[in-house]
């Protein structure tokens, strides 16, 4: 009853209370002192009811009211309790307009009216499902949390204006709220509850994308809101998949993400060099999209796997967003295909200079540390520490990414060892005790840690442990993909890869997909 509607009119006493000068308690479904003393209680409503011929309960009438209130035989209260019912659905009929019903079970009683409750169990469960989405799952899907945050001023305004938006950011709360909360019957029906809020957020979804490629746009519909919805609703249902263990679905929603980026946002023609005037919604979209792709290409090396970042046009709309680290792993892993591309087909692969890259991960470390700095005024030093030790513990990471992926077999290896040791030191610290707002930043460079580790059984323990740990706290299981990998590449033979990244591209298609996000 707590979840009813805050504007409905405060109940009075009934009327037969007041005639018998009862102070009505105004329980449900009649009023007890007047069950006490054996009256008939039609119960009250949120209005007094006029009667047409009012009774004294003093002179020549009042025995006439006495006799009245005496007990009588079933029928004759069958047919006095009606015609009070009757006289009370008439005059609620006219003070608020409404056809009167047709019977009694019409009128919305949440002790009997299980459409009447549903609703509002609804309503109170979509509402809590939000309040998780936005404290709990938001910041989790971005590098460092902020109150004006996209997912919550431009993702969360949208959702509550678009149904099939909505069913899939809930389905994404409820995925999240399941793998995080203690195991148990709870879990099992938050999990059955996400399951049934995706599946119709896809049924809806896949009408909308085909509307949509079939260019049918009603003179009503807006075509680029209904984009602007499309792309956000598969974007979240990629994110809920990702929630979910052992689940590699998430790539059908990036795919659709891909499609519609390449083939409705941006022009195809070369003459065309701007966007169509489009949203900040779809703004956000397209940059995540392209985030999601920069840990996925880590580790996909089919020939089709193309940043969609490098299919925009024009490339400003993302333009001096890759310049922290995002970028970096971005540049590595272009640089990687373009060179193993070249080997491939017999030409020479020109010298590198690792100062390069070294000097773009210096970059990207000051430029994030420049980023952050408004942590120092919103957040205690506990925070501010955990930020800092994170953006270390990523710079050392793309350094080693850096060397593993574009260094020649005798590349500067006390450089490596060097930034190994440091990103250790890092990870104990961020990986003790119970999680932090950074906890999902970890992931990365622990991955990155963990390819380090051959031969070293004791380390390669600890990175298993502090995986696992992070995907518990975190309820990012997409990463168990890349724990999964880890432990095929720390039982392969060391002689046989050069590292990580040889082994992935040659088990691609035994190992399956992986994704550290």
């Not at 070369?270 to 996925?296: C, G, L, T, Y």
Request: hydrophobic letters at 35%; glycine letters at 4%.
């Amino acid at each position: 009853m707590f979840a009813l509607t805050p504007c409905r009119r405060i109940a009075i006493s009934q009327s037969k209370c007041t005639k018998r000068r009862i102070k009505c308690d105004r329980s449900i479904p009649s009023c007890r002192k007047c069950t006490i003393r054996g009256f008939q209680c039609p119960g009250y409503n949120d209005f007094q009811l006029k009667w047409t011929h009012g009774r004294s309960s003093r002179g020549p009438k009042s025995k006439a009211l006495r006799n009245h209130d005496q007990p009588q035989s079933a029928a004759s209260k069958h047919e006095r309790d009606s015609s009070i019912t009757e006289s009370r659905l008439e005059d609620d009929c006219q003070l608020t307009g409404r056809s009167q019903p047709g019977s009694i079970s019409s009128i919305e009683d949440p002790a009997t009216d299980r459409c009447l409750v549903d609703g509002y169990t609804w309503t109170t469960l979509s509402d809590t499902l939000l309040i998780h989405f936005s404290c709990h799952v938001a910041p989790r899907l971005t590098w460092v949390d902020r109150p004006d945050h996209p997912w919550r001023t431009v993702i969360s305004p949208l959702a509550s204006q678009n149904n099939c938006l909505r069913l899939s950011v809930l389905s994404l709360a409820a995925a999240h709220l399941a793998v995080t909360s203690p195991t148990g019957s709870t879990s099992d029906n938050v999990q059955v509850l996400s399951r049934r809020l995706r599946d119709s957020s896809v049924h809806i979804l896949n009408r909308k994308i085909g509307l949509e490629l079939a260019g049918y746009s009603s003179a009503t519909e807006n075509p680029l809101h209904n984009l602007m919805e499309i792309m956000a609703t598969a974007l979240v249902l990629c994110y809920g998949e990702m929630m979910i263990p052992n689940s590699t679905d998430w790539g059908i929603h990036l795919y659709a993400c891909r499609t519609l980026i390449r083939r409705s946002i941006w022009s195809t023609q070369p003459e065309k060099h701007s966007p169509r005037k489009h949203s900040d919604a779809i703004d956000f979209v397209v940059k995540e999209v392209a985030d999601i792709e920069v840990f996925r290409n880590m580790g996909a090396f089919a020939s089709d796997q193309i940043f969609i970042a490098n299919t925009l046009h024009p490339e400003t709309a993302i333009d001096g967003y890759f310049k922290t680290f995002m970028g970096v792993f971005r540049e590595i892993t272009s640089e990687e295909r373009r060179r193993q591309h070249l080997r491939r087909i017999g030409q020479r692969i020109p010298t590198i200079d690792m100062a390069v890259w070294l000097t773009k991960a210096s970059d990207a470390y000051t430029r994030a540390y420049y980023d952050t700095a408004w942590l120092s005024a919103i957040h205690e030093d506990d925070s501010r520490r955990y930020m800092e030790a994170t953006i270390r513990a990523v710079y050392h990471a793309v350094c080693i990414y850096s060397h593993q992926a574009l260094a020649s077999d005798s590349g500067n290896r006390a450089q490596i060892e060097r930034s190994v040791s440091l990103l250790e030191l890092e990870i104990e610290f961020l990986t003790t005790g119970s999680a932090h707002m950074f906890s999902h930043d970890i992931f990365v460079p622990l991955f990155i840690l963990g390819t380090e580790c051959r031969g070293n059984q004791m380390k390669q323990d600890q990175i298993e442990w502090q995986f696992r740990k992070l995907l518990s706290s975190t309820g990012i299981w997409c990463n168990s993909t890349a724990l999964q990998f880890l432990g095929g590449f720390w039982a392969a033979s060391g002689l046989q890869y050069v590292n990580w990244i040889q082994y992935a591209r040659e088990n691609e298609q035994h190992n399956g997909p992986f994704l550290v996000f």
